[in-house]
């Protein structure tokens, strides 16, 4: 074989590889654009015993989906890393990623080398995202009007959610909302026969043992244990002899003893990471003490932030009373709600207590747990605006952003100007679907946005959805946070940087082959 054989071969196998590669992101990104935008329709997933989900969550849709193709699975971690960092975005960066595959790819095919497609799109990632920072508009305070009007294109227009999260807002604080280590979507519940509430203070899952017997306490000591309520353990072999067997009896005095400092304390509320001791059981029934076993560290962690309890092991059970008393928390309320069946702890009046839970309630599963997908978004983009500001949506933009780095792109030197060409391209990506979605022709619309745009020397120039009529985005309420946005671009650049780089997909061998 001749060496220009040679080299037909190969660059047929790299151009598989990366066609291959493509048209599995093709199909992964036509799973949820779908969904985009005000007429975007939903996605019914189906699963193996024939359980059904209906959603338009981009994350949703994603993770559910049966994905065995090796760069499918990269694009999906785009969703998750989207999810995980901001909470919402992540039918948008899919999309984005996507695009910027299928554009990556065409230059590829067309002779442009791949490390010089991939290098002119990093390029291009980092230039657009400095030219839409510059145009992030910040929130002046939780009733700054862009504010709600965020939370009501992230909450689809779910009037009742967006007040919800609203309240939840304006409940916790704008100082606890702009700490990155708090989290207002984690604080959302989902209850079937429930009514939509905010409440002060923490819910938990876990049922008290006796719930019938459980009263309601107010101002209540609150003992939290990383560990179970039981005596201190011995050797079984050790039970078998007389000094073993003697050592054991002093245990279970000691496990007594710790019980009745506990009363002495007036301790209301104990919560166990295991289990309890049947002792225990009873003498906290006879004292009426609620005990909640098996609660998750994660709510450990909440209810030891809210009342200010120091989470403990069973041997510190031994100390003296003031020096017990002092790792104790207090409620000013907590009381079983036989309703709902959940424990509601209470949250004090200083900032480090104030603990938000947001109850989404519906008649089924399948209504609440879409409810609560909805107000987890409405959540993360009211958090990521306060946080970061807010920028016209609608792929507005990135819009007006790609025709900006259409004429840097002009002015660079060297073939990495393709990479520069794919971004701009890509990122019309975003309101060419949302046209597409809404039934009008994407390069007609785009084409007046554009127009419009210059002449108002405006970014939030777009299309109303139900006129097809050109529209101020900012003055209609059509926003999305800042953060959002930036972190979705970014990830979809990695991500599709990653699949152009690849030129072969070799499976591996079994461990121990």
Do not use: W
């Amino acid at each position: 074989m001749s060496q220009g054989q040679h080299s037909q071969v190969d660059g047929d196998e790299r151009y598989s590889t990366l066609l291959n590669n493509s048209n599995a992101v093709r199909a992964v990104t036509s799973a949820v654009e779908g969904t985009l935008g005000p007429k975007g329709l939903d996605v019914m997933l189906v699963g193996p015993r024939g359980e059904v989900v209906i959603t338009n969550d981009g994350v949703t849709i994603l993770d559910k989906m049966d994905v065995t193709h090796p760069a499918a699975r990269l694009l999906i971690q785009v969703a998750r890393a989207q999810q995980e960092k901001i909470g919402d975005g992540t039918t948008t960066a899919t999309v984005l990623a996507g695009a910027l595959v299928q554009e990556g790819v065409s230059r590829i095919t067309r002779g442009v080398p791949a490390s010089k497609v991939v290098e002119g799109l990093r390029q291009g990632i980092e230039k657009s995202m400095q030219l839409l920072t510059k145009r992030v508009r910040q929130i002046d305070g939780l009733d700054d009007p862009l504010l709600e009007r965020t939370v009501y294109v992230a909450g689809r227009e779910r009037k009742d959610i967006v007040e919800l999260i609203m309240q939840a807002a304006r409940k916790a604080g704008i100082t606890r909302l702009q700490d990155p280590s708090y989290s207002l979507a984690d604080s959302i519940i989902a209850l079937e026969n429930a009514e939509n509430e905010v409440f002060e203070g923490v819910l938990l899952r876990q049922r008290p043992i006796f719930a019938r017997e459980s009263k309601s306490y107010d101002d209540a000591k609150v003992l939290v244990l990383f560990d179970s309520l039981e005596p201190d353990e011995i050797d079984e072999e050790a039970l078998t002899t007389e000094a073993g067997f003697a050592q054991y009896m002093d245990l279970r005095k000691v496990f007594a003893s710790d019980l009745e400092r506990l009363a002495e304390l007036s301790v209301k509320l104990i919560l166990l990471e295991k289990g309890i001791h049947p002792d225990a059981e009873q003498f906290c029934l006879d004292h009426g003490m609620m005990v909640v076993p098996r609660v998750s560290r994660a709510d450990l962690r909440r209810v030891s932030d809210m009342t200010g309890a120091t989470p403990v092991r069973r041997k510190a059970l031994h100390k003296d009373s003031k020096e017990l008393a002092a790792l104790l928390g207090d409620t000013p309320r907590v009381a079983y709600d036989e309703g709902i069946e959940k424990i509601r702890l209470a949250s004090g009046s200083q900032d480090r207590d104030r603990i938000v839970t947001v109850i989404v309630g519906a008649s089924t599963s399948e209504v609440v747990g879409e409810a609560a997908r909805i107000a987890g978004d409405a959540a993360s983009a009211l958090q990521a605006a306060v946080s970061g500001g807010v920028l016209p949506g609608g792929g507005t933009s990135e819009l007006a952003v790609s025709y900006e780095l259409e004429r840097i792109r002009e002015a660079q030197k060297g073939m990495e100007a393709f990479g520069m060409e794919a971004v701009s391209a890509a990122l019309r990506k975003p309101m060419s679907q949302i046209l597409l979605n809404a039934g009008y022709n994407p390069l007609e619309k785009m084409e007046e946005v554009r127009a419009a745009q210059i002449r108002a020397d405006s970014d939030c120039m777009g299309i109303d959805c139900d006129s097809g009529r050109v529209v101020d985005y900012e003055e209609l309420g059509v926003l999305d946070p800042a953060p959002v946005k930036l972190h979705g671009l970014r990830a979809a650049g990695e991500v599709a940087a990653a699949v152009l780089r690849i030129h072969h997909v070799i499976k591996m061998k079994e461990i121990g082959e």
